[in-house]
């Protein structure tokens, strides 16, 4: 009797179902990484690392399971231990290069939209994070909190702070002001 096996080099739980559910997951990986990086580079090399990584550990992964939150969780783990390696990088503490890299919005969206990031960025990076898995990724409190590895309650008071200062950063009475802007409405909406 001849059984059917993966190719030669082919991690233990690697299949084309596997496959396919990673190409369907670059979407919300991207939007994640660029939540956390701030730069198109840098996203794409996060993702492209998360992807191999779940791809070789594909046997560590139960099927039936939220794929995603497993793939969050893999993206979110490399992207803090890229950091720890970075330190000792030199920073653009004074915002010379990045003021060199921003274009003048050419419509009311993309102003609203560039106010709605800058006072995103100046979120604490675990707000931040947060407020991205709840409003944008439309996880739930427990999955962002298991993204996390922190308690449930510790992702709703990070989110109700993120949203609180994102309403005063932006001189909104409340979430109800917040303009056409899809992403902005969700980040700032009641979970």
Known sequence: MIQACAPVGTPAGADSEMRDLLLG?????????????YDFDRTDDLV??????????????????????????????LFYSEQRKRKREVEDADG???????????????????????????????????????????????????????????IKSRVSRARGRLIETLGMDGAGDVGADAHTRAALQAG
């Open 96 to 154: 010379s290069h990045a003021g060199r890299l921003t274009s003048l919005p050419e419509q009311e969206v993309r102003v609203e939209m560039r106010a709605f990031q800058s006072a995103l960025n100046l979120l604490p990076l675990a707000q931040r994070e947060a407020l991205v898995l709840v409003g944008a990724q439309s996880f739930t409190y427990e999955e962002a909190a298991e993204i996390c590895g922190v308690a449930v309650g510790t």
């Open 25 to 37: 997951a670059i979407p919300a990986l991207r939007a994640f990484a660029f939540s956390l990086t």
């Open 48 to 77: 492209q690392d998360t992807l191999m990584r779940a791809w070789t550990k594909a046997e560590s992964f139960r099927r039936g399971t939220n794929l995603t939150a497993w793939l969050f969780t893999i993206l979110r783990n």
